[in-house]
């Protein structure tokens, strides 16, 4: 759950930049700017902009939501996907105290969070689940909407901070790691901010892990179920789009056999 998300090795459309220079300049003959406009760079892009932008992120991640790793994209799947912001367009003062706020103004964006809009390291694609049309809880971002997170998926170490069962579910590594919980939620009726433990995404989790596990069963004895690791772990390792869904849990479960562990330790959480 939660996918690691390279920020590094990835660059923002250059249409994107263009887009955004065009909307600073027309902001500031407007006569407002970061901390004083009430909306953000980001809402002021048109929706072709926007478009292209979540276009690059869908690839680049492999077209799996950045929280439940589930397949998302536009049209060629039943996910629906849109553009998260890490830090929010607009944060609420009592969650991000340390931003830089416009005295009196609560509800101007403070200014780094109008940076942070148009800054496409804070940009993640999300799923674009709805509550009711399905009978299905809120994940991800919706349920999220603004609320400040501790886990960040550009931070491999923070995701150490996870662990995966064969029930399906995700839990913290520490289990006393509340500020974890409180991120993904210990489910039925606990939601946490994302839900991650939501009855169908344990459901479809445990589904995928069991066909691994299974794959890795059918290969027979100790060395050649490790070939199969190696070469599963490999698999879904290499730079593919679309990815696997639930691509962490089952590198999770792969790098926890002894002989992958000091190979693969570094690359993925163990
Ligand atoms: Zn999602």
Redesign the pocket.
């Known amino acids: 759950m939660m996918l690691f998300v390279d920020k590094h090795a990835v660059h923002a459309p250059a249409v994107f930049g263009t887009a955004v220079e065009a909307q600073r300049r027309t902001r500031g003959l407007q006569g407002v700017g970061p901390g004083t406009d009430s909306r953000t760079l980001w809402d002021r892009l048109d929706g072709e902009t926007r478009r292209m932008v979540l276009d690059k992120l869908l690839r680049e991640q492999g077209h799996l ?6 397949t ?1 994209g536009t049209g060629r799947s039943r ?1 629906g996907a849109h553009v998260e912001h890490f830090l929010p367009r607009h944060p609420s003062r009592d969650e991000y105290p340390g931003l830089t706020w416009t005295d009196g103004r609560d509800d101007l964006p403070p200014a780094e969070a109008d940076a942070a809009s148009v800054d496409y390291a804070n940009l993640f694609a ?2 674009s ?1 709805e509550t009711g049309r399905d009978g299905l809880p809120l ?4 349920l999220r909407g603004s609320h400040r997170m501790a886990l960040d998926p550009r931070d491999r170490k923070a995701l150490r901070r996870l662990s995966y069962k064969r029930s399906g579910r995700v839990e913290p590594a520490d289990p006393d790691d509340e500020t974890v919980w409180d991120d993904i939620g210990r489910g039925e009726g606990d939601t946490g901010l ?1 839900n991650l433990n939501a009855r169908h995404l344990c459901n479809a989790r445990r589904a995928a892990i069991a066909r691994l596990l299974k794959l890795l069963m059918s290969a027979g004895d100790g060395r050649a179920v490790d070939a199969a690791c190696e070469r599963e772990i490999r698999n879904l390792l290499a730079e593919r789009d679309p990815k696997e869904p639930f691509i962490e849990a089952k590198l999770y479960i792969l790098t926890r056999r002894e002989s992958m562990r000091a190979k693969y330790s570094d690359a993925y959480p163990a």
């Open positions: 939501c950045v929280y439940c790793e589930r998302i996910l999300v799923c689940n994940t991800c971002d919706k994302l």
